[in-house]
């Protein structure tokens, strides 16, 4: 499945038990311009045999009958790979964030995550774009590995640095793939190339270890290389 672009409609799948759920997601996704709502299911089981109708992203809950969020997760990454899924749960623990993201997932976000958050988030997964995290997540996700929760600013660890060797360019590209910017806007910010962007991430992503932007993220949270976001906080 390709790359849906500026003038395409977002096709969303939303995955869910819970009736109501379904409901009001729908209802929040279907009155934004560019996006629709293909279908709305409640086992995982039947979200997988909507996908290939042309799916582009899907809102994937964690606790289902039967197959299991993390189980259709992993299957819709692996028959699928054009298919961004993102976890949409009522809460989750370190290992289930863990687990979502070795399975594919492309954002785990709580049902607790506003309006305008969620839309953003559907549009940032099928432009392939943006950390799609919810702030309380990437929170919970640093302060478990000892990042300070009242430092305000986590420090950059100097040794750290140097064993990683990211340049002084490294470091503005990761803050602002962590502030869920996409590469266009990055590259704007920082009055760069797309395509040089690109080779930063490419660099960063060897350099820390990780596959994926999300996985870049969580590394630059855990590492404290860069302060993860904090609920509630306004620039």
Not at 38 to 55: C, D
Not at 84 to 97: A, K, M, N, S, Y
Not at 126 to 148: F, M, N, Y
Request: glycine share 10%; charged share 20%; aromatic share 2%.
């Amino acid at each position: 499945m390709s790359t849906p672009t500026s003038t395409d409609t977002v096709q969303v799948l939303i995955c869910d038990d819970d009736a109501i759920v379904r409901e009001a997601l729908t209802g929040v996704l279907a009155r934004e311009e560019g996006i629709a709502v293909r279908a709305a299911v409640g086992t995982g089981e039947e979200a997988l045999a909507l996908i290939p109708g042309g799916v582009d992203v899907v809102l994937m809950d964690l606790t289902l009958p039967g197959l299991d969020g993390l189980a259709a997760t992993r299957r819709a990454a692996a028959e699928h790979p054009g298919v961004r899924v993102l976890v949409l749960t009522t809460f989750g623990t370190d290992e289930q964030i863990r687990e979502a993201i070795a399975a594919g997932a492309v954002g785990f976000l709580l049902k607790t995550t506003p309006s305008a958050a969620l839309v953003a988030a559907v549009r940032g997964a099928a432009e392939r774009a943006g950390t799609l995290l919810s702030p309380e997540i990437a929170e919970q996700l640093a302060t478990g590995d000892g990042v300070d929760p009242g430092a305000g600013e986590a420090p950059v660890d100097a040794e750290t640095l140097q064993t990683l060797h990211l340049s002084e360019r490294e470091r503005e590209v990761l803050a602002l793939v962590c502030a869920a910017e996409p590469n266009a806007r990055i590259a704007k910010a920082l009055m760069l190339s797309e395509s040089t962007v690109k080779s930063h991430l490419s660099s960063l992503m060897a350099k820390l270890g990780c596959a994926s932007r999300l996985q870049l993220a969580l590394r630059a949270f855990e590492l404290g290389l860069v302060p993860a976001p904090r609920p509630g906080r306004r620039g």
